[in-house]
Every structure is written in C-alpha cells, then in structure tokens.
C-alpha cells in the first residue's frame, strides 16, 4: 500500500469551484449542451454564475452569447477547469 503525501490538500468539487473562481470553465450539461464563461461564483447545491458566458458546439466554436447566467447544479454532467488550478 502507498503513502498519501500529507501536504497534499483534499479537494472537493465544491472547494475546487472556490478555487475557480474569475476563471474561465466549461460545463458540461446532461441534455449535451456546452456553455464556457468566467466563474462568479457557486453554492453547496453547485449551481452556478457565469459571466461573459456563450453556448459552445462540439467544436468549441462560439454558437450564442449570453453574458451572465446562471446554471443549475442538477442540470450539471461535468466541469472542465483550466490545469492552472490543480496545482
């Protein structure tokens, strides 16, 4: 069995989302629809406040702008955030 280091903060979606903040994300939604804009902020239920944000195809080409939005966090499948925070 392997040692875990110690240093190694344990991150939780929601802390990782604090940690995203006036980044840019992508999230992924289960009826396959892609929106990427700057984290505002998020709460205990992972809804979310996008600013600056815009509906993406499959391509990652621009399809609508929308400014600021909110998405719901039951509505979520997944979050892509830049490396840069991970580390």
Do not use: H, W
């Not at 939780?12 to 604090?18: E, G, I, R």
């Not at 994300?25 to 009826?31: A, E, G, M, Q």
């Not at 993406?56 to 830049?82: A, C, D, F, M």
């Amino acid at each position: 069995m392997v040692a875990r280091p110690t240093t190694v903060e344990q991150l939780t979606p929601l802390k990782l989302m604090f940690r995203c903040v006036n980044d840019v994300i992508t999230v992924y939604l289960k009826d396959n629809t892609q929106y990427r804009g700057v984290l505002i902020s998020a709460d205990q239920n992972m809804n979310l406040i996008l600013d600056d944000a815009e509906e993406i195809n499959s391509n990652g080409e621009t399809k609508i702008k929308y400014g600021k939005i909110l998405v719901r966090g039951n509505n979520i499948l997944y979050i892509s955030v830049p490396p840069t925070v991970l580390i």
